[in-house]
């Protein structure tokens, strides 16, 4: 099976796809391009005519409007399926009369949703200002005599930070403050502070209740929707100026997807964080030494399993759907569904929590999957009634008994009323109601249904582990009794919990397959379960995982390396700034590196002495960049604008320069202006300093031609140069910034410096290269001796 990649001997490999050189200007500018990738599942995800089952883990970043981007013959469907409506209705999920409601509001087009991103403060600051300024100009927007209402907070989203907006295409077209709304999303979303996320979405890890000290794992994360509402729980405390004890890994099974997760969450640069690439159901035991103590498996606080579904909730978007749904996604993907939550189970600590959620609302996927693994995991696990949380969220109970229906259509009580023997083998009996279902509370579990407040469909579950489960579970208990635990009764235990893993698996009766694709033309937000075209099958195909790139590491930086002091001297950073949890991407003798920082509890794990099981694909908020173009004195490393919200705190005032409004202005508007185009206080300020990387800070309350939204002040990392500034933040937020503020577009980069920088950035290109080749012969020339 390889559902979900990588195993746990993968080995330990940082990687990252392979680029093209890009030119020193882009350097400069920070200015990344992510692809995203869509994931097809055979015998797992969506079921087509092919029998190819197809996943895409949709779990919002929808965009702005769902008519945006339908193909042509979405104007085709006919938002009608009477196998899909006669088989909910046997379920008897809601009464006759409400089920019609329900089945009229599947076919209405999903209102689009939004969630206000970043730190607390960051948050508030854009909450308010939506509030204040587009909220009251678009109060009276009448077209064609009808009047249509202005964004609005989600009654059951916290602190007013998830908003819907109804508005069709049309409407953008017609409206101009609809229109101008809608170009102040697409900006603040491509610079992080939003993101286009499907409201239910956001209710599992709104669930998970999570603190900033606890160790977060999201088994099946990709895009990374949930993945940053995680990463914004664990860093609540960010005003505190702490940094959190807490980490956050977020696994996906496909390579290419699990670079999702970097591009989804690159705004929140938490030092907590880890993508890693593995098979869910087989995600590794890796041991882990805590402040000395034995290395023990390591257990997560919270675990999320928002498991791959046929997501027959995501019909109002997902309009395929009408043509072609089927009860075979369901019965293919039970087994998968059960494995992933079972190994969440395992690797959460007594008294964690884990959730567990589909966009599905069929029983098969929620309920029976939620009942088999109580089960096996034997009272350890308890479903916990969370009917106090969310208030505001309007919400049905689980089922306790339920219907099974074959591929064919055949309702069973039992799988030996399959004639078909090879069908009958493979048929998952836990499919079935168990006997004990009224005992299990599955009344506790959570069904969203998208007539109860204008939203897609969903099913949440939580869960508390009450017992010992695992051999991780017991050797936790005996180290608290202060007993010493032997690695291979460990080894033994680890691996008969991995034998309850397999036995759900020959179960099943067969492997399940992954197999990935890629689409082309303009990049859409990624999202999780999606339908793919049935013509898309011919598309080109790769395989889940990557093996075998050889790119350089992430290595741990010694405390002493001379680089280090000389950012420390050249900034004057705090003398209590940890000098031993920096990470470098290159080997040692390459100019052209980057320096990252990770926490406390992400240096443990890459510490930890079986690290090699782990796959890891990205860690670490990237602080410093070797400038790409050639520097007389000064200081080479020049800050990142991801970095600069945790180094702000920590840089002396040598590098720091106070500039007004209109300075702002030129600053972000001109490509390279001079310095003598500033005010005299900022030129001397400038002189006294020397060439390389500053910080510019901005207080815009008192500049009485702001506009009402750049009031909140601001701090930008920018190249001081033999003449001129730079910048240095990627394109599309100096746009987003230029256009908020001055509503203006910035200048382009004259084709001079342009190429100048191109000649600068071969040269050293070429200087790293011969670097690296002097090192490879030294190392030969010592081999031999």
């Known amino acids: 099976m390889d559902v979900t990649s990588r195993g746990n001997g993968s080995g330990f490999n940082f990687q990252k796809r392979a680029r093209k050189p890009v030119p020193p200007f882009h350097l400069l500018l920070c200015s990344f391009h992510t692809s995203f990738y869509t994931m097809a599942i055979k015998k797992?995800?969506?079921?087509?005519?092919k029998k190819t089952l197809r996943d895409d883990k949709r779990d919002g970043s929808a965009p702005y409007d769902s008519s945006d981007r339908k193909p042509s013959h979405y104007k085709d469907i006919v938002k009608e399926n009477e196998n899909f409506k006669s088989y909910y209705k046997s379920q008897n999920i809601l009464s006759d009369s409400e089920?019609?409601?329900?089945?009229?509001?599947?076919?209405?087009?999903?209102?689009?949703?939004?969630?206000?991103?970043?730190?607390?403060?960051?948050?508030?600051?854009?909450?308010?200002?939506?509030?204040?300024v587009y909220v009251p100009e678009m109060q009276n927007v009448i077209v064609d005599g009808e009047k249509y209402q202005p964004p609005s907070p989600l009654a059951w989203y916290p602190d007013q930070?998830?908003?819907?907006?109804?508005?069709?295409?049309?409407?953008?077209?017609?409206?101009?403050?609809?229109?101008?709304?809608?170009?102040?999303?697409?900006a603040e979303t491509e610079a992080g502070n939003l993101s286009r996320q499907e409201a239910v979405s956001m209710v599992p890890p709104l669930l998970m209740d999570i603190k900033p000290h606890q160790w977060v794992l999201d088994m099946c994360a990709a895009p990374g929707s949930k993945t940053a509402q995680i990463i914004e729980a664990v860093h609540a405390n960010d005003l505190l100026n702490e940094e959190p004890t807490g980490l956050v890994v977020a696994n996906d099974s496909d390579y290419k997807r699990s670079h999702m997760l970097v591009h989804q969450t690159k705004r929140l640069q938490s030092p907590c964080f880890m993508a890693t690439n593995h098979d869910a159901t087989q995600f590794p035991n890796v041991h882990v030494h805590k402040e000395g103590e034995q290395a023990l498996a390591w257990q997560f606080d919270r675990v999320l399993c928002d498991v791959p579904c046929s997501g027959d909730g995501t019909l109002r978007k997902n309009e395929k759907i009408w043509n072609d749904w089927g009860n075979g996604a369901a019965i293919a993907l039970h087994t998968v569904q059960v494995q992933i939550f079972l190994r969440g189970a395992q690797l959460l600590k007594v008294g964690g929590r884990v959730v567990y959620s589909t966009c599905s609302f069929n029983p098969l996927e929620n309920e029976a999957v939620v009942a088999e693994v109580l089960r096996l995991a034997d009272g350890a696990l308890e479903i916990k009634d969370v009917s106090d949380q969310l208030p505001a969220l309007k919400r049905h109970h689980g089922l306790s008994t339920w219907k099974v229906m074959t591929k064919d259509g055949q309702y069973i009580n039992s799988v030996d009323e399959i004639e078909d023997s090879r069908q009958r083998s493979r048929f998952p009996k836990s499919a079935?109601?168990?006997a004990n279902a009224d005992s299990l509370h599955l009344d506790r579990c959570l069904r969203i249904y998208p007539h109860d407040q204008d939203t897609g469909g969903f099913f949440v579950a939580v869960f508390e582990k009450v017992k010992p489960m695992t051999a991780a579970d017991r050797a936790q208990i005996a180290k608290s009794e202060g007993k010493e635990v032997s690695w291979a009764e460990v080894e033994k235990a680890e691996a008969e919990d991995a034998s309850l893993l397999e036995s759900v698996k020959a179960a099943a009766g067969e492997?399940?397959?992954?197999?990935?694709?890629?689409?082309?033309?303009?990049?859409?937000?990624?999202?999780k379960r999606t339908l793919e075209d049935n013509q898309q099958k011919d598309a080109k195909k790769s395989k889940p995982d990557v093996p075998g790139i050889?790119?350089?590491?992430?290595?741990?930086?010694?405390?002493?390396?001379?680089?280090?002091?000389?950012?420390?001297?050249?900034?004057?950073?705090?003398?209590?700034?940890?000098?031993?949890?920096f990470l470098l991407r290159s080997e040692e003798v390459a100019k052209n590196r980057s320096i990252y920082y990770i926490s406390k509890s992400v240096k443990a794990v890459l510490e930890a002495p079986d690290i090699e099981r782990l796959h890891v694909v990205n860690t670490g908020v990237r602080l410093f960049v070797r400038q790409g173009s050639l520097v007389e004195g000064g200081c080479p490393f020049r800050v990142t604008s991801e970095g600069l919200p945790m180094l702000e705190r920590i840089i002396s005032e040598r590098r720091r320069v106070h500039i007004n409004h209109a300075e702002l202005k030129t600053l972000l508007t001109q490509a390279f202006p001079t310095i003598?185009?500033?005010?005299?206080?900022?030129?001397?300020r400038l002189a006294e300093m020397e060439r390389g990387c500053c910080i510019v800070h901005i207080d815009l309350s008192s500049a009485s031609d702001a506009a009402p939204e750049s009031i909140i002040p601001m701090t930008l990392p920018v190249w001081r140069g033999k003449t001129s500034l730079n910048v240095l933040i990627n394109k599309q937020d100096k746009t987003s910034l230029c256009q908020r503020i001055f509503n203006l577009t910035p200048e382009?980069?004259?084709?001079?410096?342009?190429?100048?920088?191109?000649?600068?950035?071969?040269?050293?290109?070429?200087?790293?290269?011969?670097?690296?080749?002097d090192r490879l012969a030294q190392e030969k020339e010592d081999s031999s001796v």
């Open 44 to 49: 797992g995800g969506r079921y087509n005519r």
């Open 99 to 132: 089920f019609e409601t329900f089945y009229s509001a599947l076919q209405t087009t999903l209102p689009s949703t939004f969630r206000i991103t970043g730190s607390r403060s960051a948050a508030v600051q854009i909450r308010e200002f939506i509030e204040n």
């Open 161 to 186: 930070l998830g908003w819907q907006v109804n508005a069709s295409r049309a409407i953008l077209r017609r409206s101009a403050e609809f229109k101008k709304f809608h170009k102040f999303i697409v």
């Open 432 to 434: 079935f109601p168990p």
């Open 511 to 527: 492997d399940v397959e992954v197999e990935t694709e890629t689409t082309g033309g303009e990049i859409a937000i990624p999202v």
């Open 550 to 581: 050889k790119e350089a590491p992430f290595d741990l930086m010694k405390p002493d390396n001379p680089d280090i002091d000389e950012i420390r001297n050249f900034y004057g950073i705090e003398a209590d700034f940890p000098r031993d949890q």
């Open 676 to 684: 003598d185009e500033f005010e005299p206080a900022t030129q001397t």
């Open 748 to 773: 382009k980069t004259p084709a001079h410096l342009q190429e100048k920088a191109t000649a600068n950035y071969l040269k050293k290109v070429e200087e790293d290269k011969k670097a690296e080749e």
